[in-house]
């Protein structure tokens, strides 16, 4: 059975990121940037004012004269008409560009204006300097400076930089689409009231909702029976996305038929089981390019159908092949290191990953981890934001001590 740093490493290895497309600037939001970005111009593209006031020049304040003669009035959106010299200033707002002669600017706070002999006088004692209250052309970026770089997460920050340097198309690595495949003849949709013997869907549901929290699209394929056939019918069409993930169906029992109609349809395993709990059934294999309609590989997870094993392999594995698709670096769960709340004693063979409650502490993190029943338990993980790391064996932990702690996907 391989160890969960193996796996890691195998999606990591065997994911490759999608081909890179163009996308309006808006779109791009939550995906990866694909290009190095150059930046075209200077940025402020003029010296311009920073706040409302006075454009004067600064060593002109020293004479001992602290009253000047306005000679215009410099809105944003216009040139100066006129160059300040000795004894004068211009009137500015903020975002105007600077005239020429002037190197800096005395806020309007402190001044008075007198508007009979156009004549503004500085209050403030404190003396001036070039440069001050001015936003020099270029102290932002220059022209031909690399201002992003290929592989960037594109948020509001890198959005409003693109729309400055007049970027309405940005090329992307795009959101990948993700199907979503449950499979039991005990399942029943989440409108129905269960029969004897059954239970709701809450899986597929969950796991769109972890899909959309990363970015990615899912599409929800419905409830496949434990049959041949509708397995087969249905998995056939969960392939056309990016990547299929089953829940159910992979481990031991009867009719755990998954992994049969995967390599039926040509799906090759990379890994079947996993030391770890919960998860130990996993199973993860990719469909070869040659096999697709487009030439672009799939990638399968068979999830094990205990909701809470579910939910931890989508964030501890899923999303690591939903990062290399969008190129993000690092592709898998970056853990934090945290100080337990309470002592806490827990013993398995397999490493362990508890759902837990993380809250920054101080100058760091704390966790405890939540009243876990098993891996049916959903009530509990509602509490939960992140894993708690446990190693394999007996651990005997105490309050204080640091322990590694994954925080899931949009941690609250
Ligand atoms: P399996 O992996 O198919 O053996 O299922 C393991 C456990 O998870 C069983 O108790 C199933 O009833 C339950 N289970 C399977 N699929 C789902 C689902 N989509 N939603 C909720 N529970 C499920
Ligand atoms: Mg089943």
Not at 1 to 20: G, K, N
């Amino acid at each position: 059975m391989r160890t969960v740093a193996e796996a890691l490493d195998l999606i990591d290895d065997s994911v490759v990121p999608r081909p890179a497309q163009l996308t309006t600037l808006l779109e791009s939001l939550g995906q990866t940037l694909a290009e190095d970005v150059v930046s075209d111009q200077d940025s402020p593209p003029f010296d311009k004012s920073l706040v409302d006031g006075y454009a004067l020049k600064a060593s002109d304040d020293g004479t001992g004269t602290r009253s000047f003669f306005v000679i215009e009035e410099i809105t944003a959106g216009r040139m100066p008409q006129h160059e300040v010299g000795p004894g004068t200033a211009a009137r500015i707002m903020t975002g105007a560009p600077m005239p020429q002669g002037a190197d800096a600017v005395v806020p309007i706070e402190r001044t008075a204006l007198d508007s009979v002999t156009e004549r503004v006088t500085i209050l403030s004692e404190a003396p001036l300097h070039a440069g001050i209250n001015v936003g020099c052309r270029g102290t932002s970026m220059q022209d031909g400076e690399l201002v992003l770089r290929a592989g960037r997460l594109i948020r509001a920050q890198e959005i409003a930089l693109l729309a400055e340097l007049g970027r309405s198309w940005v090329s992307v690595h795009p959101r990948p689409t993700i199907a979503l495949l449950a499979t039991g003849d005990e399942l029943v949709s989440i409108e129905e009231t269960p029969g004897p013997a059954q239970i709701r869907n809450s899986n597929q549901i969950m796991l769109a909702a972890q899909v959309t929290a990363l970015g990615a699209t899912p599409y929800v394929e419905g409830i496949a029976r434990d049959k041949l056939e509708d397995l087969r019918q249905r998995i056939g069409r969960g392939l056309q996305a990016d990547i299929l993930c089953l829940t159910g169906g992979v481990s031991a029992g009867k009719l755990d038929l998954v992994p049969q109609v995967l390599k039926e349809l040509g799906v090759k395993e990379i890994f079947h089981k996993l030391q770890i709990r919960p998860g130990k059934p996993l199973w993860f294999g990719y469909l070869p390019p040659e096999r697709t309609s487009d030439n672009l590989p799939r990638w399968i997870f068979g999830l094990p159908g205990n909701p809470v094993s579910s939910m931890v392999c989508f964030e501890l594995f899923v999303r690591t092949a939903v990062r290399r698709i969008m190129n993000l670096s690092p592709a898998g769960p970056v853990p934090v290191l945290a100080e337990l709340e309470t002592d806490f004693q827990f013993s398995d063979p397999r490493p362990t990953y508890l759902p837990a409650r993380l809250e920054a502490h101080g100058a760091g993190w704390r966790v405890k981890p939540v009243d876990w029943k098993g891996s049916f338990d959903l009530k509990s993980t509602a509490s939960s934001n992140a894993l708690l790391v446990l190693p394999a064996g007996p651990n005997r932990l105490s309050q204080g001590e640091l322990v590694e702690a994954i925080p899931f996907t949009g941690r609250e």
